[in-house]
């Protein structure tokens, strides 16, 4: 089952913007674009959903180019507390079972 | 409305032993998913239930793990018996369908380790 491709790590301080980018080459067509978060100790939590252009909702926004082969997460202005783990789901293989990569740890420092 | 949940938090067993791990899904969801992630490893699925039935069961190790889910309702993984290699953490989750387009509720999960 081919899996999305996403930065091992990242670092941002506070107040920044931060935009993690998953690559997901062989997604089918029938599949969407899901973006989880999560904080240590705890499970995955949903943070953001898309099949293409551009989705916003309170926590992110999320930008799907025309080919859909890869995926923005944009975090506006983020803060300590969004220090985490962020997984790019994209690539089910038509199995509707959510199927999570390695993640990208994000850290935010002061 | 309460969410997924999942006991015990955390086990400590003896290699050989056999644990029992349990899953609450939220109320009416139907789909019921369980996912391991082993230390420094990809969270990997292990199993998908729709109600008491398996659909998925293609993630599950060996025939040492065994998860049911009588009356569609909660769900029990049981390890027996346990091999060092088990130890990790194992998430539950639930949706009120599967298919695309519809987010999965996950649980805090079990940490298990083998001793």
């Known amino acids: 089952l081919a899996k999305t491709t996403q930065p091992i790590s990242m670092d941002s301080y506070e107040g920044q913007e931060v935009n993690i980018t998953c690559s997901h080459n062989?997604?089918?067509?029938?599949?969407?674009i899901t973006w989880y978060q999560q904080f240590p100790s705890q499970g995955p939590r949903f943070i953001i959903q898309?099949?293409?252009t551009k989705v916003t909702n309170e926590v992110a926004s999320l930008f799907i180019p025309a080919d859909r082969k890869s995926s923005t997460l944009s975090l506006p202005r983020v803060s300590l507390s969004d220090t985490a783990v962020y997984y790019c789901?994209?690539?089910?293989?038509?199995?509707?079972?959510?199927?999570f990569g390695r993640g990208t740890s994000l850290i935010v420092h002061p | 409305e309460a969410g997924v949940t999942q006991f015990p938090s955390h086990s400590v067993i003896e290699k050989g032993q056999t644990v029992t791990l349990r899953c609450d899904p939220i109320?009416?969801?139907?789909?019921l998913y369980w996912y391991r992630r082993v230390m420094g490893k990809e969270i990997k699925f292990l199993l998908h239930?729709?109600?008491?039935?398996?659909?998925?069961e293609s993630g599950m190790p060996n025939n040492r793990f065994l998860a049911e889910r009588t009356g569609g309702t909660y769900s029990t993984l049981k390890v027996q018996p346990a091999e060092l290699e088990d130890s990790g953490v194992y998430f539950c989750?639930?949706?009120?369908?599967?298919?695309?387009?519809?987010?999965?509720?996950f649980g805090q999960g079990t940490r298990l380790t083998v001793v």
């Open positions: 109320s009416g969801h139907d789909n």
């Open positions: 898309g099949y293409k």
């Open positions: 239930f729709v109600k008491e039935s398996k659909q998925d």
């Open positions: 062989n997604i089918a067509t029938n599949d969407y």
């Open positions: 989750a639930s949706s009120h369908e599967a298919g695309q387009g519809l987010e999965a509720f």
């Open positions: 789901l994209g690539e089910s293989g038509g199995s509707y079972i959510p199927t």
